[in-house]
């Protein structure tokens, strides 16, 4: 079983940018398929990104592409997710997960993370 951690979260002003990470332990990520979510008050969790095969598969959702970029650090076992561009809609609480295949991944049955709250104020 994979454990994860995120951080980086915290207010930022609209159009400015922050860097999610994503620390595991007990596995290696790099044999994983990690994924963002979100999840803004009253809304249901919402795919934002993911990073598999070592890292040499990557995806957005529609709603971030060209402002969010997913990567990894095989050697911190880490992976992060940097926000660029920031909207008072990308507001949530953000969360990583991790699981042997995009499947399991996209289907919520892997690790979770606690989750980081991400603030844009207009």
């Known amino acids: 079983q994979v454990q994860l951690v995120e951080s980086g979260g915290g207010v930022v002003q609209a159009g400015g940018s922050l860097r999610l990470s994503c620390a595991a332990s007990g596995r290696t990520l790099n044999n994983y398929v990690v994924a963002w979510f979100r999840q803004a008050p009253g809304q249901e969790r919402q795919f934002v990104a993911t990073?598999?095969?070592?890292?040499?598969?990557?995806a957005y959702s529609d709603s971030v592409k060209g402002r969010f970029t997913v990567s990894m650090d095989s050697a911190k076992n880490t992976v992060y997710l940097q926000m660029n561009g920031l909207k008072p809609n990308d507001t949530a609480l953000y969360f990583c997960?991790?699981?042997?295949?995009?499947?399991?991944?996209?289907?919520?049955?892997?690790?979770w993370g606690q989750g980081t709250q991400v603030t844009v104020s207009s």
């Open positions: 997960t991790a699981g042997p295949s995009a499947l399991a991944v996209l289907g919520g049955k892997g690790s």
């Open positions: 990073i598999g095969d070592s890292a040499t598969v990557k």
